[in-house]
Each structure stands twice: as structure tokens, then as C-alpha cells.
């Protein structure tokens, strides 16, 4: 079982930036990606960004891409999120989440169904 803790959410201003931090711990050598996803009232849950493991595949979503950057130090069981530029759409509940599944070339990486474990979630409040 794998257990995921988020960090780093908060409040800023647009065109401010942030960092999350995904801390996993229990059978992390069975995870073989980690996403980000995101929730805002009224919506579904969307994929934001995604690495596998072993940094071969990163995903983002078209709404982020060149924004936010996914990565990782494994050393640490740790993912992060690099967001920067952000608008107030960004706004929302960003949740980490662990897939053990292979990543395969042909199924994308930021789909939801590919995620099993997931953590609490962390706010992210921009304002305009």
C-alpha cells in the first residue's frame, strides 16, 4: 500500500508561483508513475502533469504546458510541481496520485484510471 502526502498549496497572486510536494511512503517500489491532478468546485478531477518513475515519459496538460514542470527525486520518494505564470483558473484541490501499472507507449500517462493510490489534496488559491 502506498501513502501519499501533499504540500506546498497556498494562496498567491496571478502570474505568481508555487511548488508542490508529493511525499509517498509504503510500497513505493511498486509505484511506476505519479500524476497530478486537480479539482475545483463544480468540476471533475482533471490530470495536470505526470512522470513515471523512470523519468523517461513527463505529461502535461495542453491548459499548463510550459507553466508547470513535473519532477522528481527518488532518492527522496518525493514528486514535485513547479508552477509558475499562474492564473486564477488554476485555481482548485491539487491532488497527488501513485499508479502501479507499466507505463505502456500506447496508454496515455495522465489518465485518471491509471492511478491507484491517492493523497488528501492541497489548495491552490490564485487571485486576480
Known amino acids: 500500500q502506498v501513502h501519499l502526502v501533499e504540500s506546498g498549496g497556498g494562496s498567491v497572486q496571478a502570474g505568481g508561483s508555487l511548488r508542490l510536494s508529493c511525499a509517498a511512503s509504503g510500497d513505493t517500489a511498486s509505484i511506476k508513475k505519479t500524476g497530478w491532478f486537480r479539482q475545483s468546485p463544480g468540476k471533475e478531477r482533471e490530470g495536470v502533469a505526470a512522470i513515471s518513475t523512470d523519468g523517461d515519459t513527463t505529461s502535461y496538460a495542453e491548459s499548463v504546458n510550459g507553466r508547470f514542470t513535473i519532477s522528481q527525486d527518488n532518492a527522496k520518494n518525493t514528486v514535485y510541481l513547479q508552477m509558475s505564470s499562474l492564473k486564477p483558473e488554476d485555481t482548485g484541490t491539487y491532488y497527488c496520485?501513485?499508479?502501479?501499472?507499466?507505463?505502456?507507449?500506447?496508454?496515455?500517462?495522465?489518465?485518471?484510471?491509471?492511478?491507484?493510490?491517492w493523497g488528501q489534496g492541497t489548495q491552490v488559491t490564485v487571485s486576480s
Open positions: 496520485a501513485a499508479g502501479a501499472a507499466d507505463v505502456m507507449w500506447w496508454r496515455p500517462i495522465l489518465q485518471i484510471d491509471q492511478y491507484d493510490s
